[in-house]
């Protein structure tokens, strides 16, 4: 039978063959595991860095679309800046800017290619909008009609569905079609009481009805 001090000398020469095991491995292996922390390491910095420096880019590219005065400006934002969520902004900006000008031949090219750059964004109906005004603007009435009827259809609940249903009203009586115009105010009057856009129906009626 082993007896008590037979025991706690089998213990130590365990113990003392595990240190001589443990000694071994970092002797082989210790540099990889100091180079595999200092990779992990520079990994977590570099990607603090990265966001650090996306987050100044942004906030650059923020301040120059608010000083933005001219086409140009905003031309020169969007591509410089494009991998920052304001470059889509700046670039809706353009296209507004243009219509706003009377040029809606460049409005509806930039409305375009926002909407190739960035169909998936959730600034994309304001872009679609755009196009229908452009359409609207063209003189095109029965495809303004179809694209603004398109949008109400789809952007149920979006600010711009009440602004949109007047524009389809506009355009159908553009087109010469009154009383489909007289439907829509009626309808929407109807559906939405005492809102900011009632009066401007409401004078789109009684311009109709005239």
Known sequence: MENKHDALQKTKKLEQHEVKQVLGFLKHYGKMIVIGVVAAT???????GAARWKADKTAQAEELLIAAQSPQQLEELIERYKSTPVAPVALLNLAKTHFNEGDYFL?????????????????????DYGLACCTEADGAFGEAVELFKTF??????HYLQSPATLALARSLEQANRADEARIVLEDFLTATPGSLWSSQA?????????
């Open 42 to 48: 520079l990994v977590i910095l570099a990607s603090k």
């Open 107 to 127: 409005a509806r090219a930039q409305y375009e290619r926002f909407l190739k750059r960035y169909k998936t964004r959730e600034l994309a109906p304001l872009a």
């Open 202 to 210: 409401e004078a789109a009626l009684q311009k109709i009805a005239r």
């Open 152 to 157: 109400i259809a789809t952007q149920d609940g």
